[in-house]
């Protein structure tokens, strides 16, 4: 009996587990909505295309040291308004989530009305 309890528990903290580590694309959606895509008026798939990446790897290069080379390349495409969305979103801490939002449209996930 208490084996099947233990099971059960396991289970159960598996479960939430993985429903957490899929929250990241969610909440960089969410953050790429409210701060790019509503001021800069660009969709995430012509977002992707704009910084001009062909990889995974280029892409999280972008990332690095808190998103700077991110914020240069939109600055210097003229996009000045969705690095200033990329700003308030590291001001959140949200980067990460932005990061993995990002990778998820460039493997084909590609949520509605972002099209």
Known sequence: MKFAKLLLAGAIATGLTVSVAMADYNVGFKYYSKF???KAH??????VQALGVQ???QLKALFKDNGK???????AKG????????????KKGKL???EDFLVGIMEGKIPAGCS
């Open 36 to 38: 790019i895509k509503r």
């Open 42 to 47: 660009i969709k995430a798939p012509k977002f």
């Open 55 to 57: 990889t995974v790897d």
């Open 69 to 75: 080379p991110l914020i240069e390349k939109l600055k």
């Open 79 to 90: 996009l000045d308004k969705a690095a200033a969305g990329v700003e308030k979103i590291i």
């Open 96 to 98: 990460k989530d932005l």
